[in-house]
């Protein structure tokens, strides 16, 4: 029997918003390139808006609400960025929520939580917590933010406020995000890009299998499959079926959400190879099922009216 590709209502749980030319994102400077997971970075550093966005997904995919995360705005201005999307949110519609910029280790936190928390749209923050380059520094001992006192302090004021947190850390830092989890149980953790699988070798496959494991039991943490691509190789879901389809197996349907990163992940494919590809890798699940994934699961964590 030919099975039918998800059609319903979808939500994009990860995507950024941009203009570069007149706002201060400092690694989208003309001149700068930081190190970075897909290489040179230089064809995204234009302005992207809602539009270009609605253009990129097609009438083939029935994008209905996005998440808008931070997009690395100047530091020293958190509350500037969230003031910006609040405005294109107010033109275009789009995005539907949004995760906002906060240095937990700042001595400022609790008033950049308090205000960022006020604003209609935010329902998360994030804050890269550094660490570990490589999975040997891991296994050495070097630790993340995760695992600092007074970063630590600045996370248990998260309930407070009501928001939840969205982590970016490679996954062989994950036994740390298990513990902040684990102490800290009220905050629920939005694992990012699929826990960073970009060692596709067996070994690099199975360590990224294992510490995406430690996780599965722990219910408040749930993961955005997204950020998946690899440089120099256009999106292809032979690369990435089985990526996909294990963390949904770790952490349940219920637990998982699909997600594009774009513009960024258009320096590996256009969005609707990387949406299709998705809905090819979830087709042989019933409609209610693709349904969470595709849009319940992001309307209820990030708390999505429409």
């Given amino acids: 029997m030919e099975t039918k590709l998800y059609d319903g209502p979808m939500i994009d749980a990860h995507q950024h918003f941009w203009q570069p030319q007149i706002n201060l994102h400092p690694w989208l400077e003309p001149d700068v390139l930081i190190p970075f997971r897909y290489g040179d970075y230089t064809a995204i550093k234009k302005e992207y808006l809602p539009p270009d966005y609605l253009k990129d997904a097609t009438s083939k995919h029935n994008v209905v609400a996005t998440v808008y995360i931070d997009a690395e705005w100047d530091p020293k201005d958190p509350l500037g960025e969230t003031s910006y999307i609040h405005t294109i949110a107010d033109k275009f519609n789009m995005p539907n929520a949004v995760v906002a910029q906060a240095w937990l280790h700042h001595d400022d936190i609790e008033d950049v939580l308090k205000a960022q928390s006020q604003y209609p749209l935010v329902r998360s923050v994030r804050h890269k917590p550094a660490g570990a380059l490589t999975p040997q520094e891991a296994l050495s001992g070097v630790k993340t933010l995760m695992s600092d006192d007074k970063w630590r302090q600045g996370y248990e004021l998260l309930s407070k406020f009501n928001l939840n947190f969205d982590l970016q850390t490679p996954w062989w830092n994950l036994h740390?995000?298990?513990?902040?989890?684990?102490?800290?149980?009220?905050?629920l953790i939005i694992l990012n890009h699929t826990g960073l699988p970009s060692d596709r070798s067996k070994e690099g496959l199975q360590s990224w299998h294992k510490a995406m494991s430690l996780l599965a039991d722990i219910p408040n943490i749930v993961v955005k499959i997204s950020g998946i691509g690899l440089p120099n190789k256009p999106w292809n879901i032979e690369d990435n079926h089985w990526i996909i389809q294990e963390?949904?197996?770790?952490?349940?349907?219920?637990?998982?959400?699909?997600?594009?990163?774009?513009?960024?992940?258009?320096?590996?494919?256009?969005?609707?190879?990387?949406?299709?590809?998705?809905?090819?890798?979830?087709?042989?699940?019933?409609?209610?099922?693709?349904?969470?994934?595709?849009?319940?699961?992001?309307?209820?964590?990030?708390k999505i009216n429409l």
Avoid at 176 to 187: Q, R, S
Avoid at 257 to 269: E, I, K, Q, T, W
Avoid at 278 to 301: G, M, P, R, W
């Fill in 176 to 187: 740390e995000a298990k513990e902040l989890a684990i102490d800290f149980p009220d905050t």
């Fill in 247 to 302: 963390t949904i197996n770790i952490f349940g349907v219920e637990r998982t959400m699909f997600a594009s990163n774009f513009p960024v992940d258009s320096l590996c494919g256009d969005l609707d190879t990387i949406f299709t590809g998705f809905k090819e890798t979830v087709k042989h699940y019933s409609d209610d099922q693709q349904y969470q994934l595709f849009f319940a699961n992001a309307k209820k964590y990030y």
